[in-house]
């Protein structure tokens, strides 16, 4: 099984802040099948990444995705109050299993 | 619109049994890879099984083999957990979750709480 391992926990960050989440995997992971899912309190997760780098339908620009192998990284160039949130990675091997990260919180400072 | 409807959640004690079902609407629900996703209270996401678009080919995560059983109803654009012999650490909100391209989730229910506790 392939384990994600997202850093931090926990950011406190404030709007207009730029902020780069960590996801790191236990083995080599194809970036066609590394994802990014944003949950806010309440309500179902949203994908917002998929393919490593590539936005979903309807996300901002301001999200970009990157990386590859065993370090993936999302990036928010800009926070908007609406972006805190709890933001998971995802990944999909070749034996049909998933697993997520544990997640980063993302707080208003 | 892609709407998934979940529904069968509810409080049973361990041991017992639990069918959850979702209601699928929106897309050709015979064409997609269909999945149901959890979380525990608090806790973060966990993939529980999922199920190809005929329905022959499933797969379940490690810990709930032997006790869960994925299934559909092409015909009644209907995705089904059967969960058996729960535990009190099956506790969760169940999410039912489209299958999109490169292995993403990319529609989601919005759960059903499934509460495992004598």
């Known amino acids: 099984e392939i384990v994600l391992t997202q850093s931090p926990d926990t950011l406190s960050l404030s709007p207009g802040e730029r902020v780069t989440l960590s996801c790191r995997a236990s083995?080599?992971?194809?970036?066609?099948?590394l994802t990014w899912y944003q949950q806010k309190p309440g309500l179902a997760p949203r994908l917002l990444i998929y393919?490593?780098?590539s936005r979903a339908t309807g996300i901002p620009d301001r999200f970009s995705g990157s990386g590859s192998g065993t370090d993936f990284t999302l990036t928010i160039s800009r926070l908007e109050p609406e972006d805190f949130a709890v933001y998971y990675c995802?990944?999909?091997?070749?034996?049909?299993?998933?697993?997520f990260g544990q997640g980063t919180k993302l707080e208003i400072k | 619109e892609v709407q998934l409807v979940e529904s069968g959640g509810g409080l049973v004690q361990p041991g017992e049994s639990l069918r959850l079902s979702c209601a699928a609407s929106?897309?050709?629900?015979?064409?997609?890879?269909m999945s149901w996703v959890r979380q525990a209270p608090g806790k973060g996401l966990e993939w529980v099984a999922n199920?190809?678009?005929?329905?022959?080919?499933?797969f379940h995560v490690d810990s709930v083999k032997g006790r869960f059983t994925i299934s559909r109803d092409n015909a009644k654009n209907s995705l089904f957990l059967q969960m058996n012999s729960l535990r009190d650490e099956d506790t969760a909100v169940y999410y039912c979750?489209?299958?999109?391209?490169?292995?993403?989730?990319?529609?989601w229910g919005q759960g059903t709480l499934v509460t495992v506790s004598s």
């Open positions: 199920i190809k678009q005929a329905g022959v080919d499933k």
């Open positions: 995802q990944q999909y091997d070749t034996s049909s299993q998933y697993t």
């Open positions: 979750v489209r299958g999109g391209r490169n292995g993403t989730f990319d529609y």
């Open positions: 393919g490593a780098s």
């Open positions: 083995q080599s992971v194809s970036s066609s099948y």
């Open positions: 929106g897309f050709t629900f015979s064409t997609y890879w």
